[in-house]
């Protein structure tokens, strides 16, 4: 089946540092990929997202590249700060055909972002 | 707009006794879901509603039941809670289908928003 292989952590960093949190899938058909963020004490938000091979998503500094040769969705940020620290999880989107009932996600089991001043 | 809610935050119960999850949205979605989140398992599909008046089983089911009573709410049942219920529940929803066709195929994207999270704990 479907799955979603994410690098563990917990990820230190100091400020201002780049982080990359690697993110494999394993899918049949044409995914959306995505990346989530859980803050501590709280559910999770949708980060960025993106739906086609060569998409790029992006928000808040983050940026992540739809692979489908290396079947990859890597997260990126250039320069990290205290308030990034918080559970990075990748996910895909299993989609179902037209008439198909609703999209399941498949998360990976997250990643901890600790960022030091 | 509220979003998500989910009651209660926070749930101590003894093994063998039973509670429900509630879990509301004001989107107008037409999907809701139940996951548990594990430490080092990531978050796993206990149920999911595709649409008001339909349910169906995700990764988990065992030892949970579920009510989409209307469109806005979805509930999750533990009829005799074990310790190995012991998670933090978070309700989701979605507004549903969303599909591009593409020249090679299909496209789509299904964004869920989630809730707060109920912390259970069962001794």
């Known amino acids: 089946g479907d799955s979603v292989t994410q690098m563990e952590g917990p990820v230190t960093l100091s400020e201002e540092a780049f982080l990359t949190i690697n993110c494999t899938y394993t899918?049949?058909?044409?995914?959306?990929l995505f990346w989530y963020v859980q803050y501590p004490g709280e559910g999770l938000q949708l980060l960025l997202k993106?739906?086609?091979?060569?998409d790029k998503g992006s928000n808040k500094g983050f940026e992540a590249t739809y692979r489908k040769e290396t079947t990859s969705f890597h997260l990126e940020k250039g320069s990290v700060q205290v308030s990034d620290s918080a559970v990075y999880f990748c996910?895909?989107?299993?989609?179902?055909?037209?008439?198909?009932?609703?999209?399941?996600?498949?998360f990976g089991t997250g990643t901890l972002l600790a960022v030091q001043p | 707009n509220a979003g998500v809610t989910q009651t209660p935050k926070f749930q101590v119960l003894k093994t063998g006794q039973s509670m429900t999850l509630q879990c509301a949205q004001d989107?107008?979605?037409?999907?809701m879901y139940w996951y548990r989140q594990d430490p080092g398992m990531g978050l796993r599909l206990i149920y999911y509603?595709?649409?008001?008046?339909?349910?169906d089983k995700g990764e988990v089911p065992n030892g949970y039941n579920v009510s989409r009573l209307n469109k806005r709410e979805f509930s999750l049942r533990l009829e005799s809670a074990a310790p190995s219920q012991t998670s933090v529940y978070f309700c989701?929803?979605?507004?549903?289908?969303?599909?591009?066709?593409?020249?090679?195929?299909?496209?789509?994207?299904?964004?869920?928003?989630f809730g707060p999270g109920t912390r259970l704990t069962v001794l």
């Open positions: 989701a929803s979605s507004g549903g289908l969303h599909a591009i066709a593409m020249g090679n195929g299909l496209s789509s994207y299904n964004e869920q928003f």
């Open positions: 996910a895909l989107s299993d989609p179902p055909l037209y008439g198909g009932a609703t999209n399941k996600l498949i």
């Open positions: 899918a049949t058909g044409y995914p959306s």
């Open positions: 993106a739906t086609k091979a060569d």
């Open positions: 509603s595709a649409s008001e008046g339909t349910t």
């Open positions: 989107m107008n979605h037409n999907s």
